[in-house]
């Protein structure tokens, strides 16, 4: 991910380990909606709450470039 890489701001582990989980999901559904964040694994981590807290205002963003970079 753009974000992730050079030498700016790094997502830390919990941001990692969310990101697996989206990667996950999207491999076997083609892509992720933000409704399916409230819906196993997601759920079961604090889903959409979580997701926010984590990624804040990016969160749609990484959604987006996830989306696109593996349902390609």
Request: overall charge negative.
């Amino acid at each position: 991910m753009t974000h992730h890489s050079g030498s700016g701001e790094k997502f830390n582990e919990e941001q990692m380990d969310w990101l697996r989980m989206i990667r996950d999901h999207i491999i076997t559904s083609f892509h992720l909606d933000r409704d399916d964040l409230d819906m196993a694994p997601f759920d079961g981590k604090g889903g959409m709450g979580q997701t926010h807290n984590l990624f804040g205002d990016r969160m749609d963003d990484v959604i987006d470039e996830l989306n696109e970079a593996l349902a390609a």
